[in-house]
């Protein structure tokens, strides 16, 4: 069993700038990748990142250039710290640990955390 935590949301400013974390308690197999996803409201959710335990990461267009996902394995721990905010950037983000064939934005697709709430305001 997986449990995972995000952290590090809150409210600011377009073009400001916030990191979030997630900490992963339990084990995580070596093919699991570590997801980024986002519900903004009233919209579908969106993949926003991901992070391969190699290091490997992908970032939708939306958000490239602008957000960076890393990871500290020894603290079991994935950032993604995310500069020059936009309010279409506002939305819940979850943290999941799902591999490849898994990665849809469903939670019965590996593990998921409860979400952490992003607010940017113009």
């Known amino acids: 069993q997986v449990v995972l935590v995000e952290s590090g949301g809150g409210s600011v400013q377009a073009g400001g700038s916030l990191t979030l974390n997630c900490t992963a308690s339990?084990?995580?197999?070596?093919?699991?990748?570590m997801v980024w996803w986002r519900q903004p409201p009233g919209n579908e959710c969106e993949l926003v990142s991901t992070i391969s335990r190699n290091g490997y990461t992908y970032y939708d267009a939306s958000v490239k250039g602008r957000f960076t996902t890393s990871q500290d394995n020894a603290k079991n721990t994935v950032y993604l710290q995310m500069n020059n905010l936009k309010p279409e950037d506002t939305a819940l983000y979850y943290c999941?640990?799902?591999?490849?064939?898994?990665?849809?934005?469903?939670?019965?697709?590996?593990?998921w955390g409860r979400g952490t709430q992003v607010t940017v305001s113009s």
């Open positions: 999941a640990a799902q591999t490849p064939s898994d990665r849809l934005c469903m939670k019965r697709f590996g593990f």
């Open positions: 339990g084990v995580i197999d070596d093919d699991v990748d």
